[in-house]
């Protein structure tokens, strides 16, 4: 592991965006070939955001491991809001076609948009705050605190993409199982409070 972890920090961190564009364009390739782009392009850029924020939550239980990913975390987190605003900007333009008179009722109507948007508006204040002026401003203890947001943020995201489908596949049940697996490992380690604003 010391000599992956060695290997590793010779790796720029703005490799993290690079790679993190490769799914995109996959995405953009399969609503190429699909019967409806629309929903090709919201399926698959909601489904990268939730992966990507559950890979970034594994950054500290990966340390626990002893390798050490904690350089890309902030690239990473914000690789994974990208495709989180790419998927709600799919939505408003070419689902919705910003027919803002549908979009409203929409926004507070559908639970499933709800509890998308609630995990949204979560993730915003950690996007806007993953720079260093942030952490020296807020002080680095209720900066932490701030961006433990992320887990219930990821729990909300994981709940809508539940949501969405009428029936459980074994995709969205998989995602849901290594998420539970990541909070109760975190618990396990450093107590409840680990998971809250506290
Ligand atoms: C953290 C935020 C979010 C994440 C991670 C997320 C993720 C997902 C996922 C994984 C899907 C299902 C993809 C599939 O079935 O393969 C989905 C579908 C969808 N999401 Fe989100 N979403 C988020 C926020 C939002 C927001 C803010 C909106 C709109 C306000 C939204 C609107 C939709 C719509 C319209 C669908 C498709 C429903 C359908 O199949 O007709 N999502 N989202």
């Known amino acids: 592991m010391d000599r992956l972890n060695q290997v590793l920090r010779r790796v720029p961190v703005w490799w993290v965006y690079v ?3 490769l799914p995109a364009g996959l995405v953009a390739w399969q609503a190429a070939g699909a019967i409806d782009p629309v929903k090709a392009v919201e399926w698959g ?4 955001a939730v992966r990507l924020l559950i890979a970034t939550l594994f950054v500290t239980p990966l340390r626990w491991a002893g390798l050490n990913l904690l350089r890309f975390r902030r690239q990473l987190g914000l690789v994974a809001f990208a495709y ?4 709600f900007a799919s939505w408003l333009t070419i689902d919705m076609g910003l ?3 549908q979009i409203l009722p929409d926004l507070v109507k559908r639970w ?7 995990a949204f508006l979560m ?6 705050t993953s720079n260093n002026a942030s952490i020296r401003r807020l002080g680095a203890q209720r900066w932490n605190r701030l961006h433990r947001l992320a887990y219930p943020a990821t729990v909300l995201a994981v709940v809508h993409f539940m949501m969405v489908g009428k029936v459980y596949t074994a995709e969205v049940l998989t995602y849901a199982a290594i998420l539970a697996a990541l909070l109760v490992a975190r618990v396990w380690r450093n107590g409840p409070r680990s998971l809250v604003w506290a």
């Open 123 to 128: 993730l915003l204040p950690l996007a806007l």
């Open 19 to 21: 790679v993190g564009l």
């Open 112 to 118: 499933y948009i709800v509890v998308g948007m609630a």
């Open 99 to 101: 027919r803002w008179s």
């Open 84 to 87: 989180v605003v790419l998927h």
């Open 45 to 48: 850029t909601g489904l990268w």
